[in-house]
């Protein structure tokens, strides 16, 4: 098909009301509809009420169709979000601990500047750059104090990866060679190295999307975790999901819970956050019919 050129003119609040009305949603509170379309915008809403279209072509709703439920999901979205990227810092700070832990015992503290322990130097070079610009910047007390006393160039791994991303992390751990101390590390959360390789750089993604306000709850993400053929924890016994859906992700994070913080309320929070949102559609998110009698799954 060919492409043609963008020329749809900017709405003022009161038009994208009238636009809505036209295409057959009910806006029951005219005021309060404005105020949410100058607060959070036309198009991010959008995503919210795309489920709600009859004839997607046309920008057509479902009879009964609401704002108001759209603004639901939209809510439903972002507290979802918010509870995700509090249990993220946790496996984040987590993991860069074990690999501080190990990496620097059975090495040293400088284990990352060495070649010799990564697969590609080309990648290897790239992070180190990286690392070595997110340590530049960094204004850090703890920081400022190192490049006062010590004339490195890069401080021990204990200091430099607290102010490094979580990528550069992954990127270091996904480039390490396969010896015993990478896989040390990803045992520790019962898991092969390949596994936790790709969970990593799925909780980057995560991140990034929670951060930057994506829409989560009926995405089909675009960074897939890998599915394990065994583990050393429970898992889930329905291997039959999609991995690409919220279902999956929030399962991943759950099993790294288990290690982490085993007596977590994350499930106990979660459900209670569907109670407040009835009108979620948990299929959607890639939940099966039997996801409550997983073990993952349980409330404890």
């Known amino acids: 098909m060919a492409k043609i050129p963008f020329n749809k003119p900017a709405l003022t609040y009161q038009q994208q009301i009238e636009q809505l009305s036209k295409r057959g949603l009910i806006i029951e509170n005219i005021g309060r509809a404005t105020h949410l379309l100058e607060s959070i915008s036309y198009y991010r809403l959008s995503g919210y009420w795309y489920p709600l279209l009859e004839d997607k072509e046309q920008h057509i709703f479902k009879k009964g169709a609401k704002f108001d439920n759209a603004f639901k999901m939209y809510s439903f979205d972002r507290a979802l ?122 909780i980057v993604y995560l991140r990034n999307m929670c951060a930057h306000h994506s829409r989560l709850w009926n995405s089909n993400l675009k960074i897939t975790p890998m599915k394990p053929i065994r583990t050393q924890k429970p898992w889930l016994h329905n291997q039959d999901v999609s991995n690409s859906k919220t279902y999956y992700v929030i399962s991943m994070l759950l099993y790294l819970l288990q290690t982490i913080n085993p007596k977590n309320s994350f499930v106990r929070r979660f459900k209670d956050l569907l109670s407040d949102y009835p009108n979620i559609d948990v299929d959607a998110m890639g939940f099966p019919i039997n996801w409550e009698d997983e073990d993952l799954w349980r409330i404890q």
């Not at 496996?91 to 015992?105: A, D, G, N, P, V």
């Not at 992070?127 to 920081?143: G, M, P």
């Not at 200091?159 to 990528?167: D, K, N, Q, W």
């Open 81 to 202: 979000r918010v509870m995700i990227i509090r249990e993220l810092e946790k496996i984040e700070i987590s993991i860069r601990s074990k690999m501080i832990y190990i990496l620097s015992h059975e090495y040293d503290p400088f284990w990352y500047t060495n070649e010799q322990l990564f697969k590609r130097q080309d990648n290897h070079e790239n992070t180190l750059a990286k690392l070595k610009e997110e340590y530049i910047r960094s204004k850090e007390e703890f920081i400022i104090k190192f490049k006062e006393k010590y004339n490195n160039d890069l401080p021990p791994c204990w200091i430099l990866l607290e102010v490094s991303s979580f990528g550069s992390v992954s990127s270091l751990y996904s480039n390490l060679e396969d010896r015993i101390p990478k896989r040390k590390v990803s045992h520790h959360f019962g898991l092969n190295e390949r596994v936790l390789e790709s969970w990593m750089h799925c």
